[in-house]
């Protein structure tokens, strides 16, 4: 009898030395951690945002298939949690017009030039400058420098947008005309389509060539009747337009790079968790990349094709001298308040 007694008392104390250790807590698991199997912490579960994106460029170009792949990228890293309308083709407006949407939150993202948005900071202006940029390394150090990142952190306080990615850098704007060209010299007294824009008219008056303002869409009217002899384009719409049926020769001068960049709304950015923002800044980056490739298969192809045509390519023009004869026009833009003082000898030092 004392035997099961003692026994007894043996397992009560075991129970309540069992009790007394768990405290009543339930051992930890992966149920209750919120971990899972690979020991990575999960998120809460997040939000279903959709963001409308407007691009200006035509379907098929390497502006409108980079818009198109940042939309499939970024739907399918965020697993859906972010979706992306898409609109190209100008369809929700351009320009200006566009810019206001954006601010207002009706549009909240854009795939297009940086020149757009210097309307907020003067310093972009001086990317409009001719032959500012020895090469793209010459961008790309721009783009990288602490000046830029000021603009970008400027953009978000003076407009309520932010550029997630400005490394979209295509072909450089080139000349294409009846004879050829080398030099300054050579465009003397020449008649040239010209952008109604104030930094491009100032750049060609400044190497000496008659400005002439004609429509783009009556260009190549134009060069056939010898309203102008010349004109400049970006590389990649050359063929598109067929200028190099009626103008044989193409000076490479690179005079303008215009990098696309990808800008979206604050409070649109704002809405998103920081995962979804990293993944939207990552995916953008990416398509400023895509960009580049697309824009250089097709001038590639391009290129080859209206050599074929007859046309000629001058790859090494006298750039220097192009820049030299600019010198003086930069400083009397820096002057007449274009963009702030000193960044034209700013952006020349960098390496």
């Not at 907020?120 to 000046?147: C, Q």
């Not at 824009?197 to 100032?202: C, D, H, L, T, V």
């Not at 006298?318 to 960044?343: H, M, N, R, T, Y």
Request: proline share 4%; net charge negative.
């Amino acid at each position: 009898m004392k035997k099961i007694i003692s026994v007894i008392l043996s397992l009560v104390m075991i129970v309540s030395l069992l009790t007394g250790c768990s405290d009543g807590q339930t051992p930890p698991t992966s149920e209750n951690t919120g971990a899972d199997n690979s020991g990575t912490e999960q998120t809460a579960e997040e939000k279903t945002v959709t963001l409308k994106l407007a691009v200006e460029s035509a379907v098929g170009t390497p502006g409108e298939m980079s818009g198109q792949k940042f939309k499939e990228m970024v739907e399918e890293r965020t697993k859906g949690t972010v979706l992306i309308d898409y609109y190209p083709v100008g369809q929700l407006g351009t320009g200006d017009d566009l810019t206001e949407q954006m601010q207002t939150g009706s549009v909240d993202m854009s795939w297009r030039a940086i020149e757009w948005y210097s309307k907020f900071e003067p310093s972009w202006n001086i990317l409009l400058m001719g032959f500012l940029f020895r090469d793209t390394e010459h961008v790309y150090a721009f783009l990288d420098s602490d000046k830029n990142i000021e603009l970008k952190e400027n953009l978000v306080k003076d407009a309520n947008l932010r550029m997630l990615a400005d490394n979209g850098i295509g072909s450089a704007r080139v000349l294409i005309s009846k004879k050829p060209v080398n030099n300054p010299d050579d465009m003397t007294g020449m008649n040239m389509r010209v952008p109604s824009i104030e930094m491009y008219i100032k750049t060609w008056q400044g190497i000496g060539v008659n400005c002439v303002s004609i429509p783009w869409g009556e260009s190549y009217m134009a060069l056939s009747q010898g309203t102008a002899d010349a004109l400049e384009s970006p590389l990649g719409s050359i063929y598109g337009m067929k200028f190099f049926e009626v103008a044989k020769n193409i000076t490479m001068t690179n005079h303008i790079y215009s990098p696309y960049v990808m800008v979206i709304n604050e409070n649109s950015y704002n809405k998103l968790s920081d995962n979804q923002k990293s993944i939207l800044e990552d995916c953008a980056v990416e398509t400023g990349k895509l960009f580049t490739i697309y824009d250089d298969e097709s001038i590639q192809k391009n290129i080859e094709l209206m050599k074929a045509d007859g046309v000629t390519i001058n790859e090494t023009p006298d750039i220097s001298a192009f820049q030299q004869k600019l010198s003086d026009v930069a400083i009397e833009c820096e002057k007449e308040g274009l963009w702030p003082e000193g960044l034209y000898d700013y952006v020349q030092g960098l390496k």
